[in-house]
């Protein structure tokens, strides 16, 4: 009888056993190219997959670069390859965040699109769109996780982050601002004008008096942008002579509607609760610290949630330090994991 019992039970355990094929297989790390289309433009980016069960759905984040020409790896070839956005895919991928990063107009295989004729057309906000256009594509994508959207934003693709953050639907679920434009975009470039000008007195190549003209002509020049008058070139050296006309020329459009953006003013529309990094390098020329504070305060006033504001020591505005001239610095990946960690659906 004993025998006869133990038999059933082995029985009815062999066939109650899951077998191994039943648990879920995991896909392997892969990049596939991600293709959608925005005011008549065809744009083209990477999205980069972490490892992952069949099924299961991650958190992903959309990559903006920073201003100028620059591509979906945060490039501007030929002369600069820091690889900014692929090495913050690697990065988030190493915390199972997918990335979607893009190459925005002007760049990569997207080039002007449907601007190719009309360049002097393309304005800020048409950046914007874009931009928007990429986070549904990334929202609507097999493997994200719709609640547990991120943005993570570079330079002026921070402030482009922070628009995206007030108007996205679903609102992002954290958003990452490093080394933010923070400020209006000439008070920005008159700022870092003026600071060149310093440097260069302190090497001899101007007269104290000199930069007085020179400073005074920088601001001159920012008033005559913003009232619309054309630039008194006479008393800037002809570099920035040159940058000043540059701005009355084919870029006027896009200049006029970058300066009219205010970051801190932005800040309001953001869900409270929201995860925000804002970063700020110590070594940074371009966005000094000081340049977000505005920002910061603004955030605060939102009730957005932690962990705020990171300055990182000896950081540069590439988010390199000087033992890590090629690849993001330690300070910079420890901040991104610290964002990561805590922005979850």
Do not use: W
């Not at 999205?47 to 069949?54: E, F, M, S, T």
């Not at 002007?106 to 002097?120: C, F, N, V």
């Not at 371009?286 to 020591?313: E, H, I, S």
């Amino acid at each position: 009888m004993f025998l006869r019992f133990a038999a059933a039970v082995l029985a009815l355990t062999v066939v109650t056993v899951t077998p191994a094929e039943a648990v879920p297989a995991l896909v392997p790390a892969a990049d596939r190219e991600v293709v959608f289309t925005v005011d008549g433009t065809t744009t083209y980016g990477t999205l980069h997959v972490p490892a992952h069960r069949v099924g299961q759905r991650l958190r992903a984040a959309l990559l903006l670069p920073g201003s100028g020409p620059t591509d979906r790896d945060g490039d501007q070839p030929p002369a600069s390859r820091p690889r900014t956005l692929a090495q913050l895919a690697d990065a988030l991928g190493d915390d199972r965040v997918a990335t979607l990063r893009f190459d925005k107009y002007g760049t990569g295989r997207t080039g002007l699109g449907a601007y190719r004729d009309r360049p002097e057309e393309l304005d800020y906000p048409a950046f914007v769109r874009q931009a928007g256009a990429a986070y549904e594509a990334l929202r609507d994508q097999p493997e994200t996780d719709p609640r547990g959207l991120l943005v993570v934003g570079h330079s002026e693709g921070a402030m482009t982050a922070l628009l995206l953050g007030g108007t996205a639907r679903p609102r992002p679920a954290g958003l990452a601002l490093l080394q933010p434009q923070a400020i209006r975009m000439l008070d920005l470039v008159a700022l870092q004008l003026h600071a060149q000008t310093a440097e260069a007195v302190r090497q001899g190549q101007f007269t104290p008096e000199q930069q007085r003209a020179i400073d005074a002509a920088i601001d001159a020049a920012v008033t005559a942008l913003r009232e619309r008058r054309p630039v008194d070139t006479t008393d800037l050296p002809p570099v920035l002579a040159q940058l000043f006309q540059a701005f009355q020329g084919p870029s006027a459009r896009f200049v006029e509607s970058d300066d009219a953006v205010y970051p801190p003013d932005t800040a309001a529309a953001l869900r409270p609760g929201t995860r925000t990094l804002l970063t700020c390098g110590t070594n940074d020329v371009q966005v000094p610290c000081a340049t977000t504070d505005a920002l910061t305060a603004a955030l605060g006033r939102a009730q957005v949630a932690g962990p705020g504001r990171v300055p990182l020591p000896g950081v540069d505005h590439l988010m390199h330090d000087a033992d890590h001239p090629d690849t993001l610095a330690p300070a910079v990946l420890d901040a991104v994991h610290r964002f990561t960690g805590g922005a979850r659906p």
